[in-house]
């Protein structure tokens, strides 16, 4: 396994960088110790707007049109304490064991968000204080689930705890330090010896990750796409180059990688531009010692209430979501979701399982929906 030492880490200059213009701090979440080291990033950032908030509402979000508030409150970083609802891990099947949240809200402005609808009040950035008790669902709930742990095809990976199910943690890592804080704890074995984080992001931020004691018990997925779909619809994130950058640069640090195949869909062309997508992965990650490389592919899908969501955000966007074109799913609990039509689903599918294996061999392919 490469060290920091030996990675040339001036290579890692990210592309994309996020800086908030506002950064509100709850009272409640004020004397915190992690708010403390919030602060000294987002100074360092060069963030000059840091305001105590008198108490633990957050007020002021607003603006007149639903594009102001849009704009504003992705320029904002909320920094509150989780409340004890936020604090228990939940399932998250076919990804992990659990889901444990760093924070709620990203900064960037993909036009296909599946965050649109399922998170209320204005698109702010929430990132929770009280840490020590986040990450205290990695001790009580170690050694538990149904996903990986205990698991034959995935018991390798321990339990598994997902950072990153309403959040892009690399994307906010830069003023916040939640991410690194919890891989190096985990990394030293606080929480035991068989237990694994995971998170997605769709950014390049690795300078930091690279120098960190893993421990190889956190599994880094990069978000990639279509050079269709990600320059058209994935605004505010770094480009797929930089990521697959930052991809070869973590798995050389001895991370466990991965792939999130996703959102992905049928454009013109969409055979084409997806292997061309693979060979690169495949470039990226040739040549390194002991790459533990998975894969997950997720179709696109929307339901009413993200669609009407979604076209406030961004009004003029080129994204198909019209329901004639898809096919009404309903899920177990009685959302209703548009998905791809049956064959468009079996075709994408049988080409990816295919070409995957041809292209990628290297990549374990954990699930396909």
Request: proline share 6%; charged share 25%; net charge neutral.
């Amino acid at each position: 396994m490469t060290t920091a030492r030996e990675l040339d880490l001036t290579t890692l200059t990210p592309t994309r960088l996020w800086v908030p213009r506002h950064v509100m701090i709850t009272r409640a979440a004020a004397e915190l110790p992690h708010t403390a080291e919030i602060i000294r990033r987002c100074e360092r950032a060069g963030v000059d707007d840091i305001r105590i908030m008198p108490g633990n509402a957050l007020t002021g979000l607003r603006g007149a049109t639903e594009r102001e508030t849009y704009a504003s409150a992705k320029n904002t970083l909320a920094v509150v304490v989780a409340p004890p609802s936020a604090l228990k891990p939940q399932p998250i099947p076919p990804s992990a064991d659990w889901r444990i949240d760093l924070a709620k809200g990203c900064p960037a402005h993909c036009q296909y968000c599946y965050l649109a609808g399922s998170l209320q009040g204005p698109p702010v950035t929430r990132v929770y204080a009280n840490l020590d008790d986040v990450l205290d669902g990695v001790r009580t709930h170690a050694g538990r689930g149904s996903v990986t742990s205990g698991t034959i095809e995935r018991g390798n990976e321990g339990t598994t705890f997902e950072l990153s199910c309403y959040t892009d943690p690399l994307g906010i890592e830069d003023v916040t330090g939640s991410l690194a804080a919890a891989i190096s704890r985990v990394g030293a074995g606080e929480f035991g010896s068989d237990v694994q984080l995971r998170f997605t992001t769709k950014f390049d931020d690795v300078g930091e990750l690279v120098t960190l004691d893993h421990g190889r018990r956190t599994r880094i997925r990069f978000s990639v796409n279509a050079a269709e779909v990600a320059t058209r619809f994935e605004g505010g994130t770094a480009r797929m180059p930089a990521r697959l950058t930052a991809l070869r640069a973590v798995a050389t640090a001895g991370y466990r990688v991965g792939l999130t195949i996703a959102p992905i869909m049928p454009v013109p062309g969409w055979r084409e531009q997806y292997a061309a997508l693979l060979d690169d992965v495949s470039a990226a990650v040739a040549g390194i010692d002991d790459l533990d490389l998975t894969a997950e592919i997720i179709t696109h899908r929307f339901t009413p209430a993200s669609k009407e969501v979604l076209l406030g955000w961004y009004p003029r966007t080129k994204l198909e979501m019209d329901e004639d074109l898809r096919s009404r799913k309903r899920s177990k609990f009685g959302g209703v979701k548009y998905v791809y039509p049956r064959q468009t689903m079996t075709e994408m599918r049988e080409w990816f399982t295919e070409e995957l294996e041809r292209r990628l061999p290297a990549a374990r392919l954990l699930y396909w929906t």
